[in-house]
């Protein structure tokens, strides 16, 4: 059974910075691309990042290239969303996700395993 478990939210001011981590576990890690996606209240779940399987191709959404980097540890089932020069309107629930797609899935369709999700707070 395929379980993905964040950590890493919490409080920061602007400006800070956080590193979110989803461990996978019931999968072999290296045959997903993993994303990212956050969920503002009121708001609909948007795409953040994605990893293709290897780490080597990365996407981001436009409002966040340049300050969040995802990484991956397949030899630790892990991914990784660092965070920097956090904003406001950053916070959320962060959620990563697998997907059987090669490449480029930034959709939420294109994901079929979900962690529960990680609050990230940034207070102004």
């Known amino acids: 059974q395929v379980q993905l478990v964040e950590s890493g939210g919490g409080l920061v001011q602007t400006g800070g910075s956080l590193r979110l981590s989803c461990v996978a576990s019931g999968v072999t890690f290296s045959s997903y691309a993993m994303g990212w996606f956050r969920r503002a209240p009121g708001k609909e779940r948007e795409f953040v990042a994605h990893s293709d399987r290897h780490g080597g191709i990365t996407i981001y959404a436009d409002s966040v290239k340049g300050r969040f980097t995802v990484t991956r540890d397949n030899a630790h089932n892990a991914a990784y969303l660092q965070m920097n020069s956090l904003k406001p309107e950053d916070s959320a629930v962060y959620y990563c996700?697998?997907?059987?797609?090669?490449?480029?899935?930034?959709?939420?369709?294109?994901?079929?395993?979900w962690g529960q999700g990680t609050q990230v707070t940034v207070s102004s």
């Open positions: 996700a697998a997907s059987t797609a090669v490449y480029g899935a930034i959709y939420s369709s294109d994901y079929k395993q």
